[in-house]
């Protein structure tokens, strides 16, 4: 079935590194246009990044810009969001979704165009 997965959070210190992966059961990650979104605690959630199903558009929120990548596996099995630089407002839970369309990047950073979610994976960063 239809099903994301994400892994590789933890507990990091301010400064350092660290990469989320995102994998999907059939062909859901080669068809679909994946996103990373996270929540904080009494936050809403919100847009991180985005990779079009072909690889040919990414979309980045302006916090994370020129710190995070994303990016897919050469065999479309995993996406992934590399996290350089992390700071304390990074802290919280780490979400992938798919989204079937293409959108300009107004749409692409709402949560309400994405229909599948995974359960999240929690990333701590401390100063």
């Known amino acids: 079935q239809v099903q994301l997965v994400e892994s590789g959070g933890g507990l990091v210190q301010a400064g350092d590194s660290l990469r989320l992966s995102c994998e999907g059961s059939?062909?859901?990650?080669?068809?679909?246009?994946i996103a990373w979104f996270r929540q904080a605690p009494g936050k809403e959630r919100e847009f991180v990044a985005r990779i079009s199903s072909s690889s040919a558009v990414r979309h980045y929120a302006d916090s994370v810009k020129g710190r995070f990548t994303i990016s897919r596996d050469d065999a479309n099995t995993m996406v992934y969001l590399q996290m350089n630089a992390l700071k304390p407002d990074d802290a919280a839970v780490y979400y992938c979704?798919?989204?079937?369309?293409?959108?300009?990047?107004?749409?692409?950073?709402?949560?309400?165009?994405?229909?599948?979610w995974g359960q999240g994976t929690q990333v701590t960063v401390s100063s």
């Open positions: 979704a798919s989204d079937r369309f293409g959108r300009p990047a107004s749409e692409a950073m709402r949560a309400i165009n994405y229909k599948d």
């Open positions: 059939g062909d859901i990650l080669s068809t679909s246009n």
